[in-house]
């Protein structure tokens, strides 16, 4: 590794990973349910409705939204690490709670697991983007996809071991043990926190003017240059915290409106474009025409799509680094679109159990995870300030709610076909609207990106970046050459004075 001397990878790669031990947390405890809604419905609470069992599933939805709006704000005030911990805090609890056979106290728990996963959302992507150095925010972001496509994965594969049937008088506490797996996952990232990732991220402790410690936390990542980097993020600082801090209604405001609409419309299409639907529903799209309970067969083609999922994420560290961000979500989107579009057309032109439609299901995971999937999470904490990225989250729990709950009730009036192709046709306008309006943000500070979405130039501010950022030293100390001097007079500066700033807002 070319900088191995410059950092130390090993310490960012592994504090990346334990923050997003939330989104396998996160991932299991939604695809979990993919399982056992049925098992709930005909045996543990055989007197619910369909509708209450769905609820228990889509129940943390409620309180992510809640947490996804307030945590960032929190995250900023207190930390990312504190917050993180307080969330895993409540998620023990809510685990707990979901293993009473009793309906009123398993919503309460789920309710409960919600604030971890709203929090989750908003707070681990401004964690790992915070701690690794700009170039390797794109391949350490790959933990991301990497941790929560094995908590569905996990998930699908316990989930056979869920009785299909049970003798009366018969019965299984498996429901209990596959819930409370979870358990561990939370226990031992604060674990992590509290024994070996003591500091917050540096951007976090210069917000709170702790220039020292910020210092300390660099070190831990860079073996040289701490000084230099400090003053980089005190310059970002400045320009993204004009007042030292951003209010909700600042994002309406003309320096932040536009990166805000963008992300609460990309949030909203990953779930429209069905992340939540997949993880809860695989079995009932899988099992579309499928009238024996005791056939396995959809849970082994929901096993094989979690395995695409998770094998998938390997390949982005080489796409994140061989391509823009933007051009990763276009071609990606466009991809997921055209792939619901056709698997709703087989499933509709021929027998609903035809095997064809569903084996192109199994590939769904591989277009989504290159773009929605993975791309939204990196894009939007390099972007907005808190407030903005938990605004954005809040949509797409919003709309992560609407699909889990109302989806039984959507494919049941018109069938799971035509829901997929309406599914694809919203992805394809999007990619319209991606292609306008987003700007890239691989390779450049948060400072530059708002400047560019309000269409101001800045320095090296070009639509298509290098394939490679990641230049070496001699490149980086070479002096400009004659062909870059006459455009030196249009270009603004990264960090703009005072009176500029004031002029923007």
């Keep these: 590794m070319r900088n191995h001397k410059k950092y130390n990878l090993l310490y960012a790669i592994f504090a990346a990973l334990n923050s997003n031990l939330g989104f396998f947390f996160f991932d299991y405890n939604l695809s979990i349910f993919n399982s056992l809604l049925v098992y709930l419905q005909n045996y543990i609470f055989p007197d619910a409705s369909s509708g209450i069992i769905t609820f228990i599933a889509s129940a943390p939805i409620i309180t992510a939204a809640i947490a996804a709006l307030f945590s960032g704000p929190?995250?900023?005030?207190?930390?990312?690490?504190k917050v993180m911990m307080i969330s895993d805090l409540l998620a023990i609890i809510g685990v707990v709670l979901t293993l009473f056979a009793s309906l009123p106290v398993m919503i309460i728990g789920r309710l409960l697991i919600g604030f971890n996963l709203g929090t989750t959302t908003v707070v681990v992507p401004l964690y790992f983007t915070e701690i690794p150095p700009p170039e390797y925010i794109g391949p350490f972001g790959v933990t991301l996809p990497l941790l929560a496509t094995l908590g569905v994965l996990v998930a699908f594969c316990l989930g056979l071991t869920v009785p299909t049937y049970l003798a009366p008088g018969e019965t299984s506490q498996i429901w209990r043990i596959l819930l409370s797996l979870s358990i561990l996952i939370a226990l031992w990232r604060t674990i992590n926190f509290l024994l070996f990732f003591k500091y917050d991220t540096p951007q976090h402790l210069l917000e709170k003017e702790k220039v020292e410690e910020a210092k300390t936390a660099l070190g831990k990542v860079y073996k040289t240059g701490v000084d230099e980097?400090?003053?980089?993020?005190?310059k970002d600082r400045d320009y993204v915290y004009t007042k030292g801090k951003v209010g909700f209604l600042e994002l309406f405001t003309k320096k932040y409106r536009k990166a805000v609409l963008l992300g609460i419309i990309l949030m909203s299409v990953q779930m429209i474009g069905?992340?939540?639907?997949?993880?809860?529903?695989?079995?009932?799209?899988?099992?579309?025409?499928?009238?024996?309970?005791?056939?396995?067969?959809?849970?082994?083609?929901?096993?094989?799509?979690?395995?695409?999922?998770?094998?998938?994420?390997?390949?982005?560290?080489?796409?994140?680094?061989?391509?823009?961000?933007?051009?990763?979500?276009?071609?990606?989107?466009?991809?997921?679109?055209?792939?619901?579009?056709v698997f709703g057309l087989v499933a509709r032109l021929t027998d609903p159990a035809n095997i064809a439609s569903k084996v192109i299901m199994v590939f769904w995971p591989i277009p989504f995870n290159l773009s929605l999937g993975s791309i939204p999470s990196i894009l939007l904490p390099e972007t907005l300030p808190e407030i903005g990225v938990s605004v954005s989250f809040l949509a797409n729990w919003i709309w992560g709610f609407l699909t889990v709950q109302f989806f039984p009730d959507i494919t049941g009036a018109i069938g799971v076909d035509m829901t997929f192709i309406i599914m694809g046709g919203i992805c394809l306008i999007a990619s319209l609207y991606f292609m306008i309006v987003v700007v890239e943000t691989k390779g450049r500070s948060k400072a530059e990106i708002l400047r560019l979405y309000n269409g101001i130039k800045v320095q090296d501010a070009k639509e298509n970046l290098p394939v490679e950022n990641d230049v070496n030293e001699a490149e980086r100390q070479a002096p400009e050459n004659e062909t870059a001097k006459p455009f030196e007079s249009q270009q603004t500066p990264i960090c703009p004075t005072k009176s500029e700033i004031e002029a923007e807002n």
């Excluded at 929190?74 to 690490?81: E, N, Q, S, Y």
């Design 274 to 341: 069905g992340l939540n639907i997949v993880m809860v529903h695989a079995q009932t799209i899988f099992g579309a025409g499928i009238d024996d309970p005791d056939d396995r067969l959809p849970q082994y083609l929901a096993i094989a799509l979690a395995a695409v999922f998770h094998v998938s994420s390997y390949f982005l560290i080489w796409f994140l680094k061989k391509f823009n961000r933007k051009t990763l979500l276009l071609a990606g989107t466009i991809g997921l679109g055209t792939l619901e579009i």
């Design 229 to 234: 980097r400090i003053e980089d993020l005190i």
């Design 74 to 81: 929190l995250a900023k005030k207190i930390g990312r690490r």
